[in-house]
């Protein structure tokens, strides 16, 4: 009899822990699966650009090149980018371009292309001032830091507007020359051109 009341005992105890194990078993699933939630719901964070990907020199912008190919330059954009498809009037006719942008901005650069017949990058147009030359310029940038760091060598009237050859090359200013009368502007020099006078865009080639 005693043996049988210290088995029935045993097997108490025993059934006890299992379902003990079996609660404790089913807290950690629901602690999991609130944790996951969780995770799930935070938004992700929006990648920056590095300073390398920002940076303007002639004949690239950050990660794009002037003539590379475009098929594979649009498979290759970096997480901190969007890529846009959009049209351009060139010489009375419509040509696709690209609008690359960092995240969350809604300035970035036009890529042009050329195809003939395999398309390439021909042409990289700045509009955003978070690109920026090594020496500092960017969008936004006056006259006289330019001449400081990047001297021109010619001043043009060209792309709608006036424009301000690097003797270096590669690398033109479109200016913002509404300050000055329409009449004088093809007569400007790089001397005469007034020192406040604004970057609007950077043309890379």
Not at 44 to 70: C, D, K, N
Request: negative net charge.
């Amino acid at each position: 009899m005693l043996k049988n009341i210290f088995y029935a005992i045993l097997l108490g105890i025993g059934m006890a822990a299992c379902l003990s194990q079996n609660d404790t078993s089913g807290d950690d699933e629901t602690s999991n699966a609130a944790i996951e939630e969780t995770i799930a719901d935070q938004p992700e964070q929006p990648v920056t650009p590095s300073a390398e990907q920002l940076q303007i020199a002639p004949g690239r912008v950050g990660f794009i090149s002037v003539g590379e190919a475009i098929e594979p330059m649009r498979q290759n954009i970096p997480a901190a980018f969007g890529i846009t498809d959009t049209t351009l009037q060139q010489e009375g006719m419509e040509s696709t371009a690209y609008i690359i942008r960092p995240n969350g901005q809604n300035k970035g650069f036009i890529v042009e292309q050329e195809c003939a017949p395999d398309c390439k990058v021909w042409r990289l147009n700045v509009q955003s001032e978070a690109f920026t030359t090594a020496k500092g310029i960017r969008v936004g940038s006056n006259y006289s830091q330019l001449q400081q760091t990047h001297p021109v060598s010619t001043v043009t009237l060209a792309d709608g507007g006036l424009v301000a050859v690097a003797a270096e090359g590669g690398l033109s200013f479109v200016l913002d020359a509404t300050q000055v009368p329409a009449n004088q502007r093809a007569r400007l020099t790089p001397e005469t051109v007034p020192a406040n006078t604004l970057v609007k865009a950077i043309l890379v080639y």
